[in-house]
């Protein structure tokens, strides 16, 4: 069985694919920030949030996912991950969907540091919550 490498995940917001305009995206786990827990929460051992964060290039032009965060925020947006890249999802090699917020970055939304080198471009970082944990697809 192959691990997952880093250069094959593809990037899917609302059915355009991004992969090429981000460098880092996964989806996070961490306790739930609830004031109401369930005994169902309880007795699975707390509610969970779960968040997409990704890291994309400023690139301010329409069409791009960084415009998609400047022109929608407060939106909810399908999303898929695929791992490995694949055009379709099997059992081994499945596809996560999942329906995210699209929030604004907390830092860097326009412009950043000065760099001397010419290939290197301005990011944002973003972290959308999840409304749920994403559903594996296999087929």
Do not use: H
């Not at 250069?7 to 995206?25: D, F, H, I, P, W």
């Not at 996964?26 to 004031?35: L, N, Q």
């Not at 968040?51 to 947006?77: C, H, I, M, R, Y």
């Amino acid at each position: 069985m192959a691990g997952i490498g880093t250069r094959l995940l593809k990037v899917v917001v609302a059915g355009t694919e991004y992969s090429a305009q981000v460098s880092t995206s996964k989806v996070t786990t961490g306790e739930s920030d609830s004031d109401f827990v369930t005994f169902a929460d309880a007795a699975a051992g707390g509610a969970r949030q779960y968040n997409f964060e990704f890291t994309a290039v400023q690139d301010l032009t329409v069409g791009t996912l960084w415009d998609k965060v400047w022109s929608v925020p407060g939106t909810t947006v399908a999303c898929t991950l695929k791992p490995y890249g694949n055009g379709t999802a099997s059992p081994t090699q499945p596809w996560y969907t999942f329906n995210a917020v699209v929030t604004e970055p907390d830092g860097d939304f326009i412009g950043g540091d000065a760099d001397k080198s010419v290939t290197a471009q301005q990011l944002i970082t973003c972290v959308w919550p999840l409304d749920g944990k994403p559903v594996k697809v296999t087929s």
